[in-house]
């Protein structure tokens, strides 16, 4: 092949020596071409693989604060059920406390309105001597 080519070359007009120069040069560009698409093709590649890296640990990041915001929130939640409880228990004791405390306010009227009864009956029977004593005397 090598053989034609210099025919060509040497009883060829200028025309075929471009012709060769710019079938020559076309492939040298190929090739250039073709080692630059593979480094273009390698980069791209390690930049997809960094940013699934890169992709995956935010994953991961997001994950973890989404768990602690998670457990946190649980912790106020049951904290929150804890007061709750605790304020009804309070309440349910001030109730009772109130309520023995009206009950005994009310048994204490009740004696006392007894006993104002008792004294207004003394007193009414303490006039009505005095009286009879007055229309004696």
């Known amino acids: 092949m090598i053989d034609q080519v210099i025919a060509l070359l040497t ?27 593979a480094q273009f093709t390698d980069r791209v590649d390690a930049l997809i693989a960094e940013n699934k890296k890169d992709v995956d640990q935010l994953r991961i990041n997001h994950q973890d604060r989404e768990d602690a915001l998670r457990d946190r929130w649980q912790e106020v939640v049951q904290q929150l059920q804890k007061d709750r409880e605790e304020m009804e228990r309070t309440i349910l004791r001030n ?18 309105s007894t006993t104002l009864g008792q004294i207004s009956e003394a007193n009414t029977r303490t006039d009505s001597k005095i009286d009879r004593l007055l229309d004696r005397g």
């Open 11 to 37: 009883s060829g007009s200028p025309m075929v020596a471009f012709a060769i120069y710019l079938i020559w040069s076309n492939s040298r560009s190929e090739k250039r071409l073709d080692a630059m698409n």
């Open 95 to 112: 109730t009772e406390t109130t309520q023995q405390t009206v009950e005994r306010l009310s048994l204490a009227i009740e004696n006392l």
